[in-house]
């Protein structure tokens, strides 16, 4: 059963870049047929799709954040990580990483999600 | 962007009823070429992370209890609960994959009666 965790700072500062990894484990991040993305949900609101990378590096992102996310794969590491540039508060949420099987599942698999608060 | 519009927004049912949760897209998200329904349904508990239920509208993912039934095609999809248990309380959400980006339903909070 694959497993994903999330990694990264708890806390940023506005106008600097959230860095996130997902760690992969029970399964290689390199499987044909399968995409790896970023969902994330403030405190007591609803899901937002971020962006999802294939393990042939091709991505796709939610056009609302695409001038400031970049998503890229590790597969020595069987890891993928999440970068959004130039953070405001409203970027404070749960940030989950998720495993998608293509044309079938979009998110079968879920990390347990890291907060990040955006403040000074 | 594919409008997602759950209802209701709340919903309260006794345990051993029927519980009904509706979704409406704003456009088909019936992939013509397989016949499919890109529509998943979740269910979210307190500090966890959502968890799949439903895909292609009406497949039950493995190890989901069969009282989870989905319908449903083109804009206009149900998620029932034949029989309401305890821990069904939780907050289910509708999600399209038809298109980029992917878009969710904004929730339906489930509580009991």
């Known amino acids: 059963q694959v497993q994903l965790q999330e990694s990264g700072p708890g806390l940023v500062k506005p106008s600097q870049t959230l860095s996130l990894t997902c760690t992969v484990s029970g399964g290689s991040i390199s499987r044909a047929n399968y995409y790896w993305s970023w969902i994330r949900q403030p405190a007591g609101k609803g899901l937002q799709w971020i962006g999802r990378?294939?393990?042939?590096?091709?991505?796709d992102y939610n056009p609302s954040l695409k001038s400031r996310v970049t998503i890229s794969v590790d597969t020595s590491n069987n890891q993928f990580s999440l970068k959004l540039s130039s953070v405001t508060a409203a970027d404070t949420a749960v940030y989950y990483c998720?495993?998608?099987?293509?044309?079938?599942?979009?998110?079968?698999?879920w990390g347990q999600g890291t907060l990040v608060t955006v403040s000074s | 962007d594919i409008v997602m519009t759950q209802s209701p927004d709340s919903l309260a049912v006794s345990l051993g009823e029927r519980a009904t949760i509706n979704c409406k897209s704003s456009q088909s998200v019936l992939y013509s070429s397989n016949n499919k329904n890109y529509l998943t349904w979740y269910q979210q508990k307190p500090g966890q992370p959502p968890k799949l239920l439903i895909y292609w509208a009406s497949t039950r993912e493995s190890g989901v209890p069969d009282r989870f039934s989905g319908s449903g095609s083109g804009t206009d999809f149900t998620l029932t609960i034949s029989s309401l248990q305890a821990e069904d309380v939780a907050v289910y959400y509708c999600q399209q994959y038809y298109s980029n980006p992917f878009t969710f339903g904004q929730g339906t909070r489930l509580e009991i009666k």
């Open positions: 998720a495993r998608g099987d293509f044309g079938k599942i979009p998110f079968g698999n």
């Open positions: 990378i294939f393990t042939s590096g091709t991505t």
